[in-house]
Nanobody, 119 residues
Framework: VQLQASGGGLVQAGGSLRPSCAAS????????MGWYRQAPGKARELVAD???????YYADSVKGRFTISRDNAKNTVSLLMNSLKPEDTAVYYC??????????????WGQGTLVTVSS
């Protein structure tokens, strides 16, 4: 099973981006999917996550600006980021709690996509 992220980039403050992440492989099911970010010199932090049924969590710093969504049929998760601020600049990582059939579930990580917000 692999997670492949895409959709980062450079945007001016106030702009929008929508990175996405897709899980590929066979013989698995996905529980929670989420996005983390890591800014230079800072620890990785949870930005948002979404359960299979659609329940969501957002960090206080992004509430009202970011929207996480998933497509269970396509095994994808996206993060619509509006009203971006320079402090949102970071490498964004998707992750997913995946259970391969016959095994316990564990976390998988995408490769990270860079989001840069200029002032």
């Amino acid at each position: 099973v692999q997670l492949q992220a895409s959709g980062g980039g450079l945007v001016q403050a106030g702009g929008s981006l929508r990175p996405s992440c897709a899980a590929s492989g066979s013989g698995f099911s996905i529980n929670v999917m989420g996005w983390y970010r890591q800014a230079p010199g800072k620890a990785r932090e949870l930005v948002a996550d979404i359960a299979t049924g659609g329940n969501t969590y957002y960090a206080d710093s992004v509430k009202g600006r970011f929207t996480i969504s998933r497509d269970n049929a396509k095994n994808t998760v996206s993060l619509l980021m509006n009203s971006l601020k320079p402090e949102d600049t970071a490498v964004y990582y998707c992750n997913a709690d995946i259970m391969r059939w016959g095994s316990n579930s564990r976390l998988y990580w995408g490769q990270g996509t860079l989001v840069t917000v200029s002032s």
